[in-house]
């Protein structure tokens, strides 16, 4: 899924929700206050990459399908589709009357208009990928990646692009029927459409403001259960019932206020004191033990579908050699991170993929353990890697730093690894920190020697973790690519033969993990704390929190 803000562990924690003067409701009010923990850096589907983005856009907008509360795929904005038999073209319809949240009309060619303007290069989309698998959509977001379109102008990219478009598999049959065309067979392709990359956007208002229309509560026109009412930068975004919604009747909260707060103490202070309802990012890590003491029947330690890691820029000396990242990824003590700094159960990560993924290609239902570890810790190894890579004992080893989003959690993991390396490998390394949106900027831009990241997947299968690793990936900021990698990835989503596309997917992570781009941590748990008070609450494995049927008990 999404890069991940929080820091060692998805938490969410609950409150008795009630009415406060800090909400400014009355005591009839059905009012959540949510912390998700930073400014995000855009709400257009779109475009964005982060979690704290997809916990809003998830109350704003809603694609085809949703999720229901075990993460499968419901009818959303699609009252029932087809199939055909071999699972390449699907026919959704769309229920009756249905409106954005300004009440103008919401099509099928909403859909597919919202769908090719992610393709269209000139948006450069990170997530465009995400759309691969319908017809003809590759090849219309990278064809520009041809040295022949390098001096091209805008005009000339997006008369190409409109030719490309012609071929396009998405296709509104009519007002209210969408017909999708897949390049091959895919398993998770309805659990794709209820991903935030596959919701709708309101072409007016795009076509009116395209660099920031999503930044103006009067064009972030959206048509899901809410609509935004105010969005103060760095502190708060509001949003209230949308009575245009097709459900409308069965929304019960009246708004939602999701706070932009990073401190963890600051956070966790709210909580307690009542003035928040929902801390979905920002639980101060130094207090996990005495929550869990004061908390026994409301903290809960959930399974999660992803992993914390480091990225290494191959482009910056001396991380282009392998077996400096090799050193630096053996170098540490992962089960001291999990027990002495997380406290939630994380798993320490020895591969990419975490357990939870079915997989029938081997004796174990399960991706992970068919696939094994593909390292341990090893400092006497990373030493001889570090001295045949000419650092002998560290020597001469420049100084690099470390890159973390703003998180006293972040900067306590970042402190640890920094002594980890200094002890076992004689290296220093610098740390330094950046607020949400400036440390995506320098990531994505390659401004940046190592990086923390966090990636929680968008669908129960692997290749949700495994098709980021691709050459010139929208989300990978390492600058690795490996054409035999990128060959394993293809033969995984055009197969239709589900044991020839895990192995392709053992093969290519087992050559990531050799190459080593990045340096993995630990795997995510969610913890979560829940109040009697607070009903209809969800957050599937790979989904946001959804507060769509979320109540209070008065």
């Known amino acids: 899924m999404r890069r991940f803000v929080a820091g060692m562990l998805a938490v969410v924690m609950l409150a008795a929700v009630g009415c406060s003067s800090s909400s400014g409701g009355s005591d009839s009010d059905q009012v959540i206050r949510i912390n998700i923990g930073t400014n995000p850096q855009t709400i257009d589907p779109r475009v964005s990459t982060g979690l704290p983005e997809a916990h809003v856009e998830i109350a704003l907008f809603e694609g085809l399908m ?37 009440g103008d009309p919401l099509t099928a060619q909403d859909f597919v208009w919202s769908w090719k303007s992610t393709l269209n290069p000139l948006l450069a989309s990170e997530y465009a990928y995400q759309l691969y698998y319908i017809k003809g959509a590759e090849q219309m977001n990278t064809f520009t990646s041809d040295p022949k379109w390098e001096n091209a102008s805008d005009e000339e990219i997006a008369a190409e692009f409109e030719r490309l478009s012609q071929d396009f598999g998405a296709v509104a049959l009519d007002e209210k029927t969408l017909q999708v065309t897949l390049e091959a067979p895919t398993p998770y392709f309805l659990s794709l459409t209820a991903f935030h990359t596959y919701y709708p956007v309101h072409r007016a208002s795009v076509e009116a403001n395209p660099e920031a229309w999503f930044r103006d509560t009067k064009t972030t026109i959206g048509n899901g259960p809410f609509k935004i009412v105010s969005w103060t930068e760095k502190e708060k975004i509001v949003v209230e019932r949308n009575p245009n919604y097709w459900d409308a009747k069965n929304i019960k909260l009246d708004r939602i206020e999701f706070y932009l707060i990073e401190e963890e103490s600051t956070v966790t202070t709210m909580f307690e004191n009542g003035e928040l309802d929902i801390v979905e990012s920002g639980v101060n890590v130094a207090e996990l033990d005495r929550l869990k003491a ?47 700094i997380t406290k939630a159960g994380q798993v320490p990560a020895f591969s990419l993929v975490p357990e939870g993924i079915p997989d029938p290609s081997g004796s174990e239902n399960d991706f992970r353990k068919n696939g094994g570890d593909f390292f341990t810790e090893d400092v006497q190894k990373a030493q001889q890697l570090l001295a045949e890579a000419g650092y002998p004992n560290g020597q001469g080893f420049p100084k690099l730093t470390i890159l973390y989003n703003t ?7 970042a402190e640890a690894i920094q002594e980890m390396w200094k002890k076992n490998l004689g290296i220093d390394v610098e740390l330094t920190n950046q607020e949400w949106a400036v440390y995506l900027d320098s990531r994505q831009t390659g401004d940046y020697e190592i990086a923390r990241a966090g990636w929680i997947g968008d669908y129960i299968d692997p290749m949700t973790f495994i098709d980021m690793w691709v050459t010139d990936g929208g989300n990978n900021d390492t600058n690795w690519g490996n054409p035999e990698y990128d060959r394993l990835v293809s033969i995984a989503k055009k197969s239709a033969d589900p044991v020839e596309r895990m192995k392709a997917m053992h093969d290519a992570e087992a050559l990531l993990m050799d190459e080593m781009p990045i340096l993995p941590i630990y795997h995510y748990t969610r913890v979560v704390m829940v109040s009697k008070n607070v009903e209809g609450w969800s957050m599937p494995l790979t989904s946001p929190l959804n507060l769509r049927d979320a109540s209070i008990k008065k």
């Not at 908390?295 to 820029?313: A, Q, S, T, V």
């Not at 998180?407 to 993991?413: D, L, T, V």
């Open 294 to 340: 004061d908390y026994p029947d409301e903290l809960h330690i959930l399974p999660d579908l992803g992993i914390y890691y480091y990225l290494f820029n191959v482009e910056k000396e001396p991380l282009n050699d392998k077996r400096v990242r090799q050193a630096l990824t053996y170098a540490i003590d992962r089960q001291q991170i999990v027990e002495q």
């Open 407 to 413: 998180s006293e959690a972040h900067q306590k993991i």
């Open 66 to 102: 949703r999720l229901d509360e075990n993460g499968n795929a419901i009818p959303g904005a699609a009252e029932s589709y087809d199939v055909n038999e071999d699972n390449t073209v699907f026919t959704f319809h769309l229920r009756d009357g249905l409106k954005w949240s300004n």
